[in-house]
């Protein structure tokens, strides 16, 4: 990718989007990355050999405290913001001065609008807004990312690239955020619900608990690899940056639930107890949620 990238915050989801860059084939010494604890960061560059410091500390040439958060943004051209949403404002001030003009700037804090973050970095800086979701810490997440006033097509492309790495990559407007977080967001813990949902079930029919657990979760996790349209040979794997279309949900349902079967008397049990219903409600809540968020962070 030719760009240096600096992880601002190094966290589970940051990290994973780290190793998929290396895996992607970017050099480690164009990679930086910021942590609050110098153990952290002694763990990061001996795991990845990426350049890691703590923000409390730096080269004995350098000034310690919190200027590792600019040294690293000075260096580079795509700078992910990867701290707590209460923190975002503070360390984009932070990082104002030492940004070049044509540095994106990519957030991954929910909630936090793009206008608040330009209003602390200097006029015209690109900004994009990103919303990667859990599965992406296994290559096959989704993100969705949102431009700033000042974002060009090849500001975009260059989030558009960071994300590939580890999964698919939509671009939306920012007011459609909140949906895409309700929907792919929080989703995966919807399907985890599921699954535990299916689990107690097999227990009450009589499987032993262990056994329900994996049938429960093997079946979700096949299911999930049919509604990808990955290939049937696991040694074949398709590259989730460049995805098969997906199959219809409804299709691959009535494929399998015979006429008069015991799949068909158990949708029907689910749709006369408003289990599509409720689905909804639960997405449309944390959508609510969301946005009740994002006014208290203002």
Known sequence: MGTTIAFLGCGAMNEAILAGLLDSGVPADQVRATVRSAERADRLAGRYGVRAVATGTGPADATPGPTANARAAAEAQVVVLGVKPAQVGALAAEISTSLAPDTVVVSVAGAVPLASIEQALPPGQPV???????????????????????????????????????????????????????????????????????????????????LARVLAARTVAGAGRMLDGAPADPADPADPADPVDPVDPAELRRAVTSPRGSTERAIATFEERGLRAVVVAGAAAAEARTQEIARELE
């Open 128 to 210: 994009v807004r990103a919303m990667p979701n859990t599965p992406t810490r296994v290559g096959h997440g989704v993100t969705a990312i949102a431009p700033g006033a000042h974002a060009s097509a090849e500001h975009l492309h260059r989030a558009r690239a960071l994300f590939a790495t580890v999964g698919l990559v939509v671009e939306v407007a920012e007011d459609q955020l909140a949906a895409v977080g309700a929907v792919s967001g929080s989703g995966p813990a919807y399907v985890f619900y599921l699954t535990e949902a299916l689990a107690e079930a097999g227990e009450r029919l009589g499987l032993p608990a262990p």
